[in-house]
């Protein structure tokens, strides 16, 4: 019987979970990283169910999708050629339902899939059900990496952690130290230009509508004013030197096109926005040897 491995911190309770019925605000304020974690805890426990049967299909049981574009770690090989993943262990943080793990362990690689939410990890689970890998589910925050160092030659995150975080240094940080010498972190997040645009998939996601240059996080909050869900934004100059900053090494920036056979949205991602403006980053970085 496969389980979840729980990293010691307040026991998952469905009750006390971010409830979809609730009347939420969305605002630009601060939010400290123990409240960013806490929402974000709670919204993707609460929302789990939801977003796994909106994007589930399109993100495949076993596929690595990098972003709402839909590149494919098959044609993108930004972990390096599929043929040598064999053998290799891989940490997934902010792993979901770990469909990028399950690929990985088709390849032959043993990948360890974390998240921060008990309910997406249950969907791991329910997935693993239906397949023949198995491999460990962690449950933790990707500030504080439940492992040795030097455990790792991969580390990888698909829009995982990282646009969640208020202190991105410290995670990637984290990563730097569990990866062994000449390892290697690939990790997507929302292009940073979209901050300056609504969040819109229409013509109306098409008008600058604020600065690009304003850092203060999105915020939805609860009636009480606490914060239930956060994202936060970064520049590509803050993305860059954050990675220099943990030691790492920047070795490609990579921003995909809207392919033409894509022609799903996904939230504020759309063909009509993804033909002219970016949607996703992919930073590509390693620990030196
Ligand atoms: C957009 S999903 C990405 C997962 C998967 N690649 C996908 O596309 O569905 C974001 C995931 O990051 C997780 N997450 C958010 N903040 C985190 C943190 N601080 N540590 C670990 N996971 C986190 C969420 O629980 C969620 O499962």
Redo the contacts with the bound molecule.
């Keep these: 019987m496969e389980h979840i491995i729980q990293a010691p911190q307040t026991p998952f309770d469905p009750a006390g979970e971010t409830a979809e019925d609730e009347t939420v605000t969305a605002t630009r304020r601060a939010a400290s990283v123990t409240e960013s ?1 806490r929402a ?2 709670g919204w ?1 426990n609460g929302n ?1 169910d939801e ?1 796994q049967a909106e ?1 589930g299909t399109f ?1 495949g049981d076993d596929r690595f ?1 990098w972003g709402p574009e839909g590149l494919d770690e098959v044609e993108a090989q930004l972990l390096g050629p599929a043929e040598e993943l064999a053998g290799k262990d891989v940490l997934e ?5 770990a ?2 793990s399950r690929w990985l362990a088709a390849q032959g690689a043993r990948p360890v899939a ?4 008990h309910r ?1 990890l249950q969907h791991a689970l329910r997935i693993a059900e239906e397949h023949s890998a198995r491999f460990p589910l962690v449950e ?4 504080a990496l439940p492992f040795a160092g030097s455990s790792f030659d991969l580390v990888c ?5 990282l646009p ?2 208020a202190d991105p240094v410290r ?1 990637l940080r984290e990563v730097r130290r569990v990866l062994r010498p000449g390892g290697r972190f690939v990790f997507s997040v929302t292009h940073p230009m979209r901050w300056a645009f609504p969040d819109e998939p229409g013509p109306e996601g098409l008008s600058v509508s604020g600065s690009y240059f304003d850092r203060t996080p999105y915020v939805e909050e609860d009636e009480e004013g606490e914060a239930v869900y956060v994202e936060h934004h970064r520049t590509v100059g803050d993305r860059v030197r954050d990675v220099v900053r943990a030691g790492l090494r920047l070795v490609d920036l990579v921003e995909p096109e809207w392919p033409e056979w894509n022609t799903q949205e996904w939230g504020g991602w759309s063909p009509l926005r993804g033909h002219l403006i970016p949607g996703t980053a992919i930073f590509v970085c390693e620990k030196d040897a």
């Design positions: 974690s974000n805890r993707w789990a977003y994007h993100l999708v943080i902010g792993a979901g339902a469909q990028c974390l998240d921060l939410a997406q933790a925050d990707a500030s995150s698909a829009y995982g952690a969640f975080v995670v």
